[in-house]
């Protein structure tokens, strides 16, 4: 009786299988799970008829995806991209439906050496497509890095809200180092102790066009102060995030 149930299951998803081959065009996909380089097909040959190929980067649980271009040349846009590459950064489970928009398409040159993407879970896809002109391809590498590393040196309080005790911390917007979501507030509490004084050093501020940063101090009845950084994300436009290193009690000379 227990083999029934297996058979069944492997005839459906025949069937699915079978429904999607017709619904959607062949792609292939290769995989990557460990460490190391990725090239372009035929690299360091020219790329050229590739009508779809996806490149599927998988990180471990707990880790997210950091792929870094060193080189990138396909046709130009003329108006539009005839090959291209598309990233999709965003997908809960490795999983692209047909229809779904990627984050980023690129073309020409439009990438440049030292580029860096990252996923916001534990996959990245990339997918070639490209027409029957010829071009040098693209090469890069990637790695997978733990999200634990980019975990703020505080206790979250509230929604995006953390105060901040240690004596030296980091201090990481939302998402980190992926892009920040849209239309959010963050403060950052730092509470200043007696004899010390706070320092802040920022490692790294890429913010969109209309995001803000605010520092003000407040002073409590005994005397000592509070830094408090308020940081307002209103909406994507290609930003990255904000990085502080937070040295809260230096000694005041």
């Known amino acids: ?125 990339l997918q070639i497509q490209h027409g029957s002109a010829s071009s040098k391809g693209f090469i890069g590498e990637y790695r997978f890095l733990p999200k634990e590393n980019y975990l703020n040196d505080g206790v979250e309080i509230a929604d995006c809200s953390y105060r901040v005790e240690k004596t030296k911390g980091v201090l990481y917007s939302p998402g980190y180092p992926y892009y920040y979501r849209s239309y959010i507030n963050c403060t950052y509490i730092l509470p200043q102790r007696k004899g010390h004084r706070i320092v802040l050093s920022s490692g790294e501020i890429l913010l969109g066009k209309e995001a803000s940063v605010d520092i003000f101090e407040t002073t409590n009845g005994d005397s000592s102060s509070v830094l408090s950084l308020r940081v307002n994300f209103p909406i994507i436009l290609l930003n990255r995030s904000l990085t502080i290193g937070a040295d809260a009690l230096s000694h005041n000379p």
């Not at 998803?13 to 792609?27: F, N």
């Not at 396909?74 to 999709?88: A, D, G, H, K, M």
Request: contains cysteine; charged residues 15%.
């Open 1 to 125: 009786m227990s083999s029934y149930p297996t058979v069944l299951r492997i005839v459906t998803a025949d069937i699915l299988l079978t429904a999607v081959v017709i619904a959607v065009p062949y792609c292939p996909c290769v995989l990557f799970n460990t460490t190391g380089k990725f090239y372009s097909p035929n690299y360091p040959g020219n790329l050229e008829n590739i009508e779809c190929l996806f490149y599927h980067f998988r990180a471990p649980p707990g880790s997210l995806v950091q792929i870094t271009f060193s080189t990138f040349s396909l046709p130009v846009r003329n108006p539009e991209c005839t090959s291209s590459l598309r990233i999709f950064d965003s997908s809960p489970d490795g999983l692209v439906d047909p229809d779904e928009s990627p984050s980023f398409t690129f073309c020409g040159h439009e990438i440049v050496s030292g580029t860096m993407f990252y996923s916001r879970d534990e996959h990245m896809l």
